[in-house]
């Protein structure tokens, strides 16, 4: 199979109409057996100076397999072809049912670096699929969840940094914990976020709490990336007001790259208005590893 490699080269623009990057594309062809000279695969090198080729020219976005095109040759995506009502915006014959295989074996040939390579990561990845690998990737940045911090590293580094910032002094009690150990978190509703440190696995978790009309909702995040060498979580929150005991046990932990202040749509705990007793939110939580 014919491959190939990516060298961007530009003015660092992000705008997808405006940008004028250059991609430097190696494609690779295999040898051909006696024919071939010395242990150096055949190579033929090519320069695009207009990379929207690679994107769709409906929504401007890095094309992806499936393709689509019409008769006259216009291509869409299988995002966009939904949308166009069967109907090609350029010529108006009808689209999404055909595709375009060369286009798709263009894409298929075709590799770049991760978004992470400057990092340390030394994948390559079929052209469009960067975003998917990212979520994933070991060296993707985490952002440092403390207000008015703009520290961004890997999730090891973003754990000294937390403690030798001395972040974690904004808090009340200890900010250590052990996994699978239950431990009392205790913070102000006003506060939002209370940062816990677990450090067998060097990795930062964010407790956090949105009050909204209904109540206050509380939630619990892993800051790293979504590798699976990590390990999944899950956690368990226990409530007591006059005698009363709420529990939660969620499903998988979400992970995060950076902590959101946007109020929970899934996976909290809603303690409602007439169970709380002041500003101060006090209760027991257990964040725990997940079997693989």
């Given amino acids: 199979m014919v491959g190939a490699s990516i060298l961007e080269e530009g003015n660092g623009s992000t705008s997808v109409l405006t940008k004028k990057r250059r991609l430097r594309i190696t494609f690779h062809f295999p040898g051909e057996g006696a024919k071939r000279v010395g242990t150096e695969a055949k190579k033929l090198s090519t320069m695009m100076l207009d990379p929207v080729v690679l994107d769709c020219p409906i929504c401007f976005e890095a094309l992806k397999i499936p393709i689509f095109q019409c008769d006259n040759g216009h291509l869409a995506c299988s995002s966009c072809c939904p949308k166009l009502s069967g109907k090609c915006p350029a010529c108006a014959l009808p689209i999404g049912h055909i595709r375009c295989r060369a286009m798709e074996s263009v894409l298929e040939s075709i590799c770049v670096p991760c978004p992470n390579a400057k990092h340390g990561c030394t994948k390559n990845l079929t052209y469009g699929k960067e975003s998917i690998h990212e979520k994933e990737c070991i060296f993707s940045q985490c952002s440092c969840p403390a207000p008015d911090c703009d520290y961004t590293g890997l999730y090891t580094r973003l754990y000294f940094h937390y403690i030798y910032s001395n972040h974690q002094m904004r808090y009340m009690g200890t900010s250590l914990f052990s996994c699978g150990e239950s431990f009392t978190a205790k913070f102000n509703i006003r506060d ?83 169970s709380l007793r002041g500003e101060l939110l006090k209760m027991e939580l257990c964040i725990k590893k997940l079997e693989e």
């Avoid at 930062?204 to 060498?229: D, H, K, M, N, W």
Wanted: proline share 6%; net charge positive; with cysteine.
């Fill in 192 to 274: 939002k976020i209370l940062v816990k440190e677990e450090c067998r696995m060097t990795l930062l978790f964010a407790v956090q709490c949105f009050r909204e009309p209904y109540g206050v909702y509380v939630t619990v995040s892993c800051i790293a990336p979504s590798a699976p060498r990590l390990g999944k979580f899950s956690y368990d929150i226990s409530y007591t007001v006059d005698g009363h005991t709420m529990i939660y046990k969620s499903l998988e932990m979400k992970r995060v790259l950076e902590v959101s202040f946007e109020t929970p749509k899934e996976n909290f705990m809603l303690i409602p208005h007439s």
